[in-house]
């Protein structure tokens, strides 16, 4: 379907006249007003508008009885008095709007008149209401046959009153009148007629209501009891409503006198008329100002004015207890709040320190701000440490601590240092410790560690020809180092022994090595020699095992090892050289008896990069390119244990070496990463 020609146009809202008939007021035997209620009207200019009426036919119209507003017409109500009427007669009544020739009517109303014999009344509006009072007013219509012998108002909080209800009598001798009236209850709807009487008998005029206004509700502050340090218990009573139950109702408070509801208020249930409340939160030794109040829609009522002061606490009581360590950096400490003082605990928690009696001025957590049970985790202890705690708990009153308790940090962990500020390919050729430094020999040179400041310092290079296999040991402040093979021609040996001087940052050389030329021997320093062995000449594996004195600068052959010996670790423990070869053989050499014996095996997966750690009577080893477990060796159990795992990444020919009872291990090919351990 195709549609053509289409176009919009704006549509005019056409207004239509409507009217409505409200109510018929003000009936005597011969008048009556009626109330018409103009809804809407047209833009006509001719309309005129009225009200029809009739005591023959029930549905009214303008060709009835009808009367004309002569006033100008417009939307809203407007008064019609009709006139020439027949008393004691029933009347039908509509309004109408003749709209050009268009008639509209209301409603139709059915309204009587009175007697002729009967006086006639009106009720008007009831004026100047308040929540007890009211002024009624009324206008004699028509006094009947006879003089009035008496008029006034009734009234009831039913409709239709009577004299048999409340009344009210006028003496006033004119037709308009109107009386006061007290004593009502406030937000109460309340119906009212005037009446009027003669000889010949008592009649009503039209009803009318009214509602009285609201009243201020009344409260009373009654007492203040059981006076804490942070509460006080308050009760109240609301005396009146008002006439409608309130919005709110409670008690307001402050530290001045005359609190309001913009003071701190508590609101209790609207519904009782005895009230209390527990305020709390208050603050000790404060003098505080009460008051109940009462609102609704009036306004706010208070009570009378009352005060009282908060009492002083106590410290409160606490225990330290729950000590639980989990490693060498952390613990989990509690505390126990058996009773606050009698006020708010504001702060708990637990403080600490290497020295006894810890205070808030030492290191300290804070948790929570209650009583009762709680605990904490600390995870900055430091390893190897005695440490004393005490819970303390804080209120108003101050600050008391739990009793002490003496901890002492446990070791057997691992923590990540700053990483070798070195990239690429790391080639670890040998590692010692002297004093409080770690020397590393790798492709980029000699250099010093410093763990302290996890700084770095090149020194002066190994003059030999070697780049590969050495070996070392440390007697004092000074190293050794010798013997190895060149990288690049693996048949290429040598023999050359060095010693390195911490202060001068120099090397010397030292009689050569007694076994000859070889590579991949070990070595360790026991009672101010060195010993060195095993490795690989170019006739294959070596067993000898020599002895060097520093002082004599001598080489002197010992007994043989064992088994052959390539790239394992030797080292000193409880003054006496020990031997991990890379099949977990574990060898001892008694340095005063020069005999080697044969220990329980590593019980870990060996290999030619061990990592070695040398304790007083015990070592740690640690195979780091082939799994992560490190196990300890007790020299006189003759025993080995398994002790926390390596959680940094495998590592392939790291560096290790001991400062200060403290393993660190490191630089395993291309990680730079640096660990250290404290056993």
């Known amino acids: 379907m195709i549609l053509n020609n289409l176009s919009c146009k704006k549509l005019d809202i056409v207004r239509k006249s409507k009217i409505d008939t409200k109510e018929v007021l003000y009936i ?10 103009i809804i809407d009207l047209s833009e006509n200019e001719d309309i005129e508008f009225g009200v029809c009426y009739s005591y023959e036919n029930d549905i009214p119209s303008i060709n009835d009885l009808i009367t004309k507003q002569t006033s100008e017409i417009k939307i809203g109500e407007s008064t019609i008095d009709i006139q020439k009427l027949k008393p004691l007669s029933t009347y039908y009544i509509r309004s109408f709007i003749k709209d050009g020739e268009e008639i509209i009517y209301g409603k139709i109303l059915q309204f009587q008149t009175s007697d002729l014999e009967l006086p006639a009344i009106a009720t008007y509006d009831a004026t100047s209401i308040t929540d007890s009072s009211v002024i009624l007013n009324a206008k004699l219509l028509y006094t009947g046959y006879d003089s009035i012998l008496e008029k006034g108002f009734c009234w009831s909080l039913s409709t239709k009153p009577t004299i048999l209800n409340s009344l009210i009598l006028n003496t006033e001798n004119t037709d308009e009148f109107s009386n006061p009236l007290n004593s009502l209850l406030p937000n109460t709807t309340y119906y009212v007629r005037a009446f009027a009487k003669n000889s010949k008998g008592r009649s009503y005029g039209n009803e009318i209501s009214f509602k009285t206004m609201v009243r201020l509700a009344v409260v009373i502050t009654d007492s203040v009891s059981n006076i804490l340090c942070e509460s006080a218990f308050c009760s109240g009573k609301l005396e009146s409503d008002g006439g409608e139950q309130p ?12 609190p309001t509801i913009s003071s701190q208020k508590i609101n209790v249930n609207t519904t009782l008329k005895e009230f209390s409340a527990n305020i709390t939160g208050l603050t000790p030794t404060k003098k505080y100002y009460i008051r109940a109040f009462v609102k609704n829609s009036r306004g706010i009522a208070y009570g009378d004015e009352l005060s009282f002061t908060t009492q002083l606490p106590n410290l409160p009581i606490i225990t330290t207890d729950s000590i639980l360590l989990h490693d060498c950096h952390s613990a989990k400490i509690g505390g126990f709040i058996s009773h606050d003082g009698g006020a708010f605990v504001n702060s708990r928690g637990v403080c600490w320190s290497t020295n006894p009696d810890p205070t808030l001025s030492d290191d300290k957590v804070a948790i929570g701000n209650s009583f009762g049970q709680f605990s904490i985790d600390i995870n900055s202890l430091k390893p190897y440490t005695t440490y004393y705690f005490r819970a303390f708990a804080t209120n108003y009153a101050g600050t008391v601590y739990g009793n002490e308790i003496r901890i002492q940090t446990l070791g057997d962990c691992w923590e990540r240092k700053q990483d070798a500020p ?10 010692f410790a002297v004093g409080d430094y770690g020397y590393v020999l790798f492709d980029d040179g000699f250099w010093r560690y410093d763990p302290q400041n996890e700084s770095w310092l090149k020194l002066a290079n190994l003059p030999c020809y070697a780049d590969g296999g050495y070996t070392s040991f440390v007697i004092g ?7 190895g093979f060149e990288n690049g021609f693996p048949t290429r040996y040598h023999q050359d022994f060095w010693v390195y001087d911490i202060d001068s940052n120099s090397w010397k050389k030292l009689a050569d090595y007694g076994g000859g030329k ?3 021997a070990f070595g360790f320093a026991v009672n101010g020699k060195g010993y060195v062995g095993g490795g690989k000449t170019t006739s294959g594996y070596s067993k000898e095992f020599w002895e060097y004195d520093p002082n004599q600068n001598k080489w002197t052959k010992k007994a043989n090892l064992m088994q052959n010996s390539y790239y394992e670790k030797g080292l000193e423990s409880a003054n006496n050289g020990m031997l991990i070869s890379n099949v977990a053989d574990l060898f001892i050499y008694n340095v005063n008896s020069n005999y080697w014996s044969q220990k329980k095996d590593y019980p870990g997966e060996t290999g030619f990069r061990a990592v070695v750690f040398s304790l007083k009577d015990s070592i740690i080893v640690g195979v780091l390119d082939r799994n992560k477990d490190i196990y300890k060796y007790k020299t006189l159990l003759d025993k080995w ?5 390596f959680p940094g990444n495998f590592m392939d020919y790291p560096f290790c070496f001991m400062i200060n009872q403290k393993g660190y291990v490191g630089m395993g090919r291309y990680r730079p990463e640096i660990w250290e351990y404290l056993p």
Request: no cysteine; glycine share 10%; charged share 0%.
């Open 247 to 258: 919005a709110q109702l409670g008690f307001v408070y402050s530290l001045s006198p005359l």
């Open 518 to 520: 070889l590579g991949g």
């Open 477 to 483: 402040n000074k190293a050794y180092v010798g013997t």
């Open 641 to 645: 244990t398994q002790l926390t795992a």
């Open 28 to 37: 005597t035997p011969i008048s009556a007003s009626a109330i018409v209620n």
């Open 422 to 431: 070195f990239t690429g390919y790391i080639n670890v050729s040998f590692s």
